[in-house]
């Protein structure tokens, strides 16, 4: 090494060393003068790779320091370096202890090697009342090494569960003495200091899957710390006995149970690692694979056995478990509540069958809750305790249901007291006794008894019917029908008694004029069961609503029969009103006549004429005598005397009594007709009018002369109307007429001969 230079000789300095050295040499230890202060021992300690610095004692300037070094185990020094205060000089071998260099006589070492273990002499030479002195320096040099980053070794990082495992935390180097600490940490969760585990080895026996995780150590000596990288020990277990759960929870004796129509989530978890394959079976077939089996609609037919199947594909084991689901459905609809009377007592019936598990029912009325039953129950009440409007209400519960399932029962009485009527079958074979008494819960019980009290046949709700064999002896004969309610005394009843029907008719003799409307009128007086009325023509047949010339029309008891357009030959006679029922019948007889109107005045043709063309003709007529008549009737035919004779047809009809003339159209020029004529009073027609053939009009002149100079006239006009208009538009061609004067400077060739002329005519004609 190099160090500082001074002036002084090389060859002197070393032999200085060497005389200062002589005696160590010798003796290997210092040979203090009687002057020599004591010695002094230091021990000092340094860090591998870091620095120290060798103090030589305190005192004048030395002359001379001089550094030696003896290793550990050796007695012989080794010299390191020397400075005489101006030079330096460190040896070559110094290198195995760091760099060394001198500072003001201390010895500094960087780098600092493990070489440098061992005992360092300073020697130190000065001068001391003009004579030289030695001074010697002990330190003791501890070099400390900082422990290496600890690894962690397992000895099977992947044990079975029962398997012993050993832990070793490996440190390469580091000083005496080394500490370790161990830390545990789960695969999921935070770690955890192993206490009392303070050596670099320790033993899990046997290992269980608590001991899963990361392992890491620390090692500590008096320079440092270092921990190390996790280490994961992964225990192979299982699987355990799965455990299933559900979602929503039900718990039923036997395992689980679910709504209809809910999602229902089974899960399967099975302690194990490697994880487990789960397989799903229901009633021994498999329906999924996975931990979880989701059923999106339960419905009745997932009711069955699951198994969850847990396999290691590692250690290659199997565990199952098997649950029972049974799928909960109500019942259909709601519960019915019914009551029923006994004597002095009711009995309130609630009943809501089927179902999984059956609905629990339960009655609670106003003295408070009742018994309690599945699907159904029954409470008994005595009738005394119990008052018009008590309620009673049946509650139904179901696991499958989130609000209960109700239906009530109010008591009430029935309003009024029974009905009484009767009715006859079809052909009046049998009399039907009806009784009603509607309303009430529960509904009044009903019975008919005789005239005995005895009762008829059985008694039955709200409404009794009894049927008897329709006889004459029945007429006059009471029936009773008596009414029962739990709520309600003394008890109501109704008579009833049956009797033949009887008549009474409006008029026994009506009259009506021919071709007027008649009505007859038959009233029912009495009678039960209720009677059938209906009428009897002349010839004893049935007037039903379809027959012609006839309407029935009833009103309540009433049957009135009305007659239109009457005809004596068909509507007079003799017509009865016939009352029927199962108890007998009864008939009324009324006469209907139907009179004519007066005969018409005679009527004669007074003129019949054609008109233009031959295809009308004009009528005129007048009236013989006196007598009522309400219109004329003209008939017409063709004529003997014609190519078609034929027929009379009407040609007129509806024509005012007022009128004596008619014009008649559509006729055939080609046919030669015949008319008469006929007075109308109503439906009475009178004698016919003689028959007459249409004449031609007589002829006259006087027209057609007018009508020839008119034509003449207008006809001569409008000729000299038109020679006027020529000649004044050629004035040449008559000279006679003035030509125009020419306007002087003007061509008469310019001139305009087209001007129009203004020509006034006035014509007057007399007859």
């Given at each position: 090494?190099?160090?500082?230079?001074?002036?002084?000789?090389?060859?002197?300095?070393?032999?200085?060393?060497?005389?200062?050295?002589?005696?160590?040499?010798?003796?290997?230890?210092?040979?203090?003068?009687?002057?020599?202060?004591?010695?002094?021992?230091?021990?000092?300690?340094?860090?591998?790779?870091?620095?120290?610095?060798?103090?030589?004692?305190?005192?004048?300037?030395?002359?001379?320091?001089?550094?030696?070094?003896?290793?550990?185990?050796?007695?012989v020094p080794r010299p390191v370096a020397v400075t005489d205060g101006a030079m330096s000089k460190v040896e070559a071998i110094a290198s195995a202890l760091g760099v060394v260099s001198l500072r003001n006589g201390s010895l500094v070492l960087g780098e600092l090697r493990e070489g440098a273990r061992g005992h360092f002499l300073c020697q130190v030479l000065h001068v001391a009342g003009g004579q030289l002195h030695t001074a010697y320096s002990h330190v003791t040099l501890a070099v400390l090494v900082p422990v290496s980053k600890p690894q962690v070794r397992l000895?099977?990082?992947?044990?079975?569960?029962?398997?012993?495992?050993?832990?070793?935390?490996?440190?390469?180097?580091?000083t005496e003495p080394v500490t370790f600490a161990w830390q545990h940490q789960a695969s999921q969760g935070l770690g955890e200091a192993l206490v009392g585990v303070t050596e670099p080895l320790f033993r899990l026996d046997p290992v269980n899957r608590t001991h899963l995780g990361w392992y890491m150590c620390s090692a500590r000596n008096s320079v440092n710390r270092l921990s190390s990288d996790g280490a994961?020990?992964?225990?192979?277990?299982?699987?355990?006995?799965?455990?299933?759960?559900?979602?929503?929870?039900?718990?039923?004796?036997?395992?689980?149970?679910?709504?209809?129509?809910?999602?229902?989530?089974?899960?399967?978890?099975?302690?194990?690692?490697?994880?487990?394959?789960?397989?799903?079976?229901?009633?021994?077939?498999?329906?999924?694979?996975?931990?979880?089996?989701?059923?999106?609609?339960?419905?009745?037919?997932?009711?069955?056995?699951?198994?969850?199947?847990?396999?290691?594909?590692?250690?290659?084991?199997?565990?199952?478990?098997?649950?029972?689901?049974?799928?909960?459905?109500?019942?259909?609809?709601?519960?019915?509540?019914a009551v029923h009377p006994s004597p002095g007592a009711v009995t309130l019936l609630c009943a809501w069958p089927e179902g999984l598990p059956p609905a629990q029912l339960q009655w609670e009325g106003p003295q408070g809750p009742g018994p309690t039953a599945p699907s159904n129950v029954t409470w008994s009440h005595a009738a005394a305790q119990l008052s018009s409007g008590s309620i009673f209400t049946c509650t139904g519960r179901h696991p499958a249901l989130a609000p209960p399932a109700l239906c009530t029962v109010t008591l009430w009485e029935p309003l009024g007291r029974p009905t009484c009527w009767s009715t006859a079958t079809m052909g009046h074979q049998f009399i039907m006794l009806s009784c009603e008494w509607p309303g009430g819960e529960p509904p009044a019980t009903l019975s008919w008894l005789d005239e005995q009290q005895q009762p008829l046949g059985s008694s039955s709700s709200s409404t009794a019917v009894h049927l008897l064999?329709?006889?004459?002896?029945?007429?006059?004969?009471?029936?009773?029908?008596?009414?029962?309610?739990?709520?309600?005394?003394?008890?109501?009843?109704?008579?009833?008694?049956?009797?033949?029907?009887?008549?009474?008719?409006?008029?026994?003799?009506?009259?009506?004029?021919?071709?007027?409307?008649?009505?007859?009128?038959?009233?029912?007086?009495?009678?039960?069961?209720?009677?059938?009325?209906?009428?009897?023509?002349?010839?004893?047949?049935?007037?039903?609503?379809?027959?012609?010339?006839?309407?029935?029309?009833?009103?309540?008891?009433?049957?009135?029969?009305?007659?239109?357009?009457?005809?004596p030959a068909h509507h007079r006679g003799t017509y009865q009103c016939v009352a029927r029922n199962a108890v007998g019948n009864s008939s009324r007889s009324v006469l209907l006549e139907v009179l004519r109107y007066p005969a018409p005045p005679n009527v004669t043709i007074s003129r019949l004429t054609y008109g233009r063309h031959r295809r009308e003709v004009q009528l005129q007529w007048a009236i013989a005598g006196p007598g009522n008549l309400t219109g004329f009737l003209v008939q017409r035919k063709a004529s003997a005397l014609g190519p078609g004779a034929g027929a009379w047809e009407t040609a007129a009809s509806d024509i005012e009594p007022e009128s004596r003339g008619r014009r008649l159209g559509g006729l055939?020029?080609?046919?030669?007709?015949?008319?008469?004529?006929?007075?109308?009073?109503?439906?009475?027609?009178?004698?016919?009018?003689?028959?007459?053939?249409?004449?031609?009009?007589?002829?006259?002149?006087?027209?057609?002369?007018?009508?020839?100079?008119?034509?003449?006239?207008?006809?001569?006009?409008?000729?000299?109307?038109?020679?006027?208009?020529?000649?004044?538009?050629?004035?040449?061609?008559?000279?006679c007429l003035e030509t125009p004067t020419t306007t002087p400077g003007l061509d008469p060739a310019q001139e305009t001969t087209d001007a129009p002329v203004n020509v006034t005519i006035t014509v007057t004609a007399t007859p």
């Amino acid at each position: 090494m190099v160090g500082q230079r001074a002036q002084h000789d090389p060859v002197s300095l070393l032999l200085l060393i060497r005389l200062c050295l002589l005696h160590l040499r010798a003796s290997g230890q210092p040979h203090p003068t009687p002057e020599a202060p004591a010695e002094e021992v230091v021990s000092v300690q340094g860090v591998r790779g870091g620095s120290v610095e060798l103090a030589c004692g305190s005192g004048p300037a030395p002359l001379l320091v001089l550094w030696s070094f003896t290793p550990l185990g050796s007695l012989v020094p080794r010299p390191v370096a020397v400075t005489d205060g101006a030079m330096s000089k460190v040896e070559a071998i110094a290198s195995a202890l760091g760099v060394v260099s001198l500072r003001n006589g201390s010895l500094v070492l960087g780098e600092l090697r493990e070489g440098a273990r061992g005992h360092f002499l300073c020697q130190v030479l000065h001068v001391a009342g003009g004579q030289l002195h030695t001074a010697y320096s002990h330190v003791t040099l501890a070099v400390l090494v900082p422990v290496s980053k600890p690894q962690v070794r397992l000895s099977n990082p992947s044990p079975v569960e029962g398997a012993s495992v050993v832990a070793t935390c490996a440190v390469r180097e580091g000083t005496e003495p080394v500490t370790f600490a161990w830390q545990h940490q789960a695969s999921q969760g935070l770690g955890e200091a192993l206490v009392g585990v303070t050596e670099p080895l320790f033993r899990l026996d046997p290992v269980n899957r608590t001991h899963l995780g990361w392992y890491m150590c620390s090692a500590r000596n008096s320079v440092n710390r270092l921990s190390s990288d996790g280490a994961f020990l992964d225990v192979i277990f299982g699987p355990d006995k799965p455990v299933i759960t559900m979602e929503p929870l039900g718990l039923a004796e036997e395992g689980f149970w679910a709504s209809e129509r809910e999602e229902v989530t089974l899960s399967c978890l099975a302690a194990s690692n490697p994880p487990s394959h789960y397989v799903w079976l229901r009633d021994h077939t498999q329906v999924h694979t996975g931990p979880t089996y989701i059923i999106a609609r339960a419905g009745r037919v997932h009711t069955g056995l699951y198994t969850c199947l847990a396999h290691n594909s590692y250690l290659d084991s199997r565990t199952q478990t098997t649950v029972q689901l049974t799928i909960y459905y109500p019942p259909e609809g709601q519960p019915s509540c019914a009551v029923h009377p006994s004597p002095g007592a009711v009995t309130l019936l609630c009943a809501w069958p089927e179902g999984l598990p059956p609905a629990q029912l339960q009655w609670e009325g106003p003295q408070g809750p009742g018994p309690t039953a599945p699907s159904n129950v029954t409470w008994s009440h005595a009738a005394a305790q119990l008052s018009s409007g008590s309620i009673f209400t049946c509650t139904g519960r179901h696991p499958a249901l989130a609000p209960p399932a109700l239906c009530t029962v109010t008591l009430w009485e029935p309003l009024g007291r029974p009905t009484c009527w009767s009715t006859a079958t079809m052909g009046h074979q049998f009399i039907m006794l009806s009784c009603e008494w509607p309303g009430g819960e529960p509904p009044a019980t009903l019975s008919w008894l005789d005239e005995q009290q005895q009762p008829l046949g059985s008694s039955s709700s709200s409404t009794a019917v009894h049927l008897l064999q329709a006889q004459e002896d029945l007429a006059g004969r009471e029936f009773t029908c008596r009414g029962t309610h739990l709520l309600r005394t003394p008890d109501p009843h109704c008579h009833l008694q049956l009797e033949a029907p009887q008549l009474d008719v409006a008029e026994p003799r009506v009259s009506v004029l021919e071709g007027g409307e008649a009505w007859l009128e038959c009233s029912l007086r009495g009678g039960t069961p209720p009677a059938q009325l209906l009428w009897l023509g002349p010839q004893q047949q049935q007037v039903d609503h379809g027959t012609s010339g006839f309407m029935l029309h009833p009103e309540g008891a009433q049957l009135r029969l009305g007659i239109y357009d009457a005809d004596p030959a068909h509507h007079r006679g003799t017509y009865q009103c016939v009352a029927r029922n199962a108890v007998g019948n009864s008939s009324r007889s009324v006469l209907l006549e139907v009179l004519r109107y007066p005969a018409p005045p005679n009527v004669t043709i007074s003129r019949l004429t054609y008109g233009r063309h031959r295809r009308e003709v004009q009528l005129q007529w007048a009236i013989a005598g006196p007598g009522n008549l309400t219109g004329f009737l003209v008939q017409r035919k063709a004529s003997a005397l014609g190519p078609g004779a034929g027929a009379w047809e009407t040609a007129a009809s509806d024509i005012e009594p007022e009128s004596r003339g008619r014009r008649l159209g559509g006729l055939d020029p080609g046919v030669l007709y015949a008319f008469r004529i006929l007075a109308l009073n109503h439906h009475t027609a009178g004698h016919p009018s003689e028959v007459k053939i249409p004449a031609d009009p007589p002829f006259s002149a006087y027209p057609a002369v007018l009508g020839a100079a008119g034509t003449g006239m207008v006809v001569a006009t409008v000729a000299s109307l038109l020679v006027f208009q020529y000649a004044a538009r050629h004035p040449e061609t008559f000279p006679c007429l003035e030509t125009p004067t020419t306007t002087p400077g003007l061509d008469p060739a310019q001139e305009t001969t087209d001007a129009p002329v203004n020509v006034t005519i006035t014509v007057t004609a007399t007859p």
